[in-house]
């Protein structure tokens, strides 16, 4: 078979989960946004709400049906972007709890679903979303007779706990929401790991869930495994791939290995000088570099120093997790998972 394996650990995530719950004495809820972090919104969140976890956020309105058509009545389900023009009846029908960005959505919200649920989305200064404090200040007596379910922030630093971002934000949180009896929620994962302090009613974590950083802790949650399609040797001086990047300094063997730049193995990963720094894929426990470039579907691997290449490499496991496979292509590893492509043949443990 020349499709590569990934193989999704439904029991680690699940494991991760609780790991975040029990760091905190507040409610844990499940980030699972574009579609699960790629990783399939409906079994993470089955797996989630099976474990205990009673509220998902979600980004758009359509993510949130999906959910919801996977978990039934009962989880609360989130919406980041709020209530936007046109999703009125999508959150009356699948019962979905948009987090109102602005006095526009407000009024909206007001006038469309009256006594739907709703939460504030409050901006503490990443100005990305929700309402900057002199608009809350104007509308808060009118948001707040409405009863909200939920006030909320976003910090932009969190993943940098030395990052003078983070106090400030708690302050102007603290400024915009001390005394009003609604529960509260301003940390994902980053800032759930700063402390009680930024803990609040309610923890988002998204990324930690599915086993990458801040999170240092977190068990993998995702393996990948390519199968070798050829292997050749080469004598000293051959080269390997589009724009010839990579020359053979020795007698060399390679392996060519199913899987590229369209399963999301990010073509500047490949990108090395020689093979120094860059990724590596797996025989068992053996490294071997990934050399030459990255192309459409598939790469190379330097295969000399082992034995009998197997039948398959494994280019993410829990040595060299998404955030090691990030960093060689200069990315995170929110961006990793979310690029992993569709023909994968996915396996669902747990
Ligand atoms: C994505 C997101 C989260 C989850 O963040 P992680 O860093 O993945 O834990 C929480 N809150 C908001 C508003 C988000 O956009």
């Known amino acids: 078979m020349s499709t590569a394996k990934l193989t999704i650990d439904l029991d680690a995530l699940v494991t991760n989960w609780r790991s975040l719950d029990a760091k905190t004495n507040c409610e844990t809820a499940a980030v699972v946004k574009a579609n699960g972090y790629g990783l399939d919104v409906t079994r993470v969140g089955k797996a989630l709400a099976a474990a205990g976890a009673r ?25 980041f972007s709020g209530h936007m023009d046109g999703d009125t009846k999508l959150l009356q029908e699948f019962q979905l709890t948009p987090m109102v960005n602005s006095l526009d959505q407000l009024l909206r919200h007001f006038e469309h679903l009256p006594g739907h649920p709703f939460g504030v989305q409050l901006d503490t200064g990443m100005n990305r979303l929700g309402m900057e404090p002199a608009e809350w200040g104007a509308v808060r007596d009118i948001a707040l007779g409405q009863g909200p379910v939920l006030l ?90 589009y724009g010839n990047m990579w020359t053979a300094q020795r007698p060399t063997r390679i392996a060519t290995v199913a899987a590229g730049y369209a399963d999301g193995l990010i073509r500047a990963m490949g990108n090395l000088d020689m093979g120094a720094g860059g990724i590596q894929v797996f025989a068992e426990a053996t490294p071997c570099p990934v050399v030459g470039r990255v192309s459409m579907d598939l790469i190379t691997v330097d295969v000399t120093d082992i034995a009998e290449v197997p039948a398959s490499l494994s280019l993410i496991n829990e040595v060299q ?17 979310t690029s992993l492509g569709h023909r994968y043949a996915r396996t669902y443990k747990g």
């Open 152 to 241: 909320m922030s976003h910090l932009a630093c969190a993943d940098e706990p030395g990052h003078g971002m983070n106090a400030h934000q708690l302050k102007m949180f603290r400024d915009m929401t001390d005394g009003i009896e609604v529960p509260r929620s301003l940390s994902a994962t980053g800032g759930l790991l700063l402390g009680p302090d930024y803990h609040f009613d309610l923890c988002r974590p998204g990324i930690g869930l599915y086993g990458g950083l801040p999170f240092a802790q977190a068990m993998p949650v995702v393996r990948l495994d390519l199968p070798v399609i050829q292997t050749r040797d080469l004598v000293p001086g051959e080269t390997v791939g």
């Open 321 to 337: 997790t998404v955030d090691v496979v990030a960093d060689a292509a200069g990315t995170i590893g929110y961006e990793i998972l």
């Open 55 to 79: 509220n998902f956020f979600v980004a758009a309105a359509e993510e949130g049906v999906i959910l919801r058509r996977a978990l039934g009545a009962g989880p609360g389900i989130s919406v």
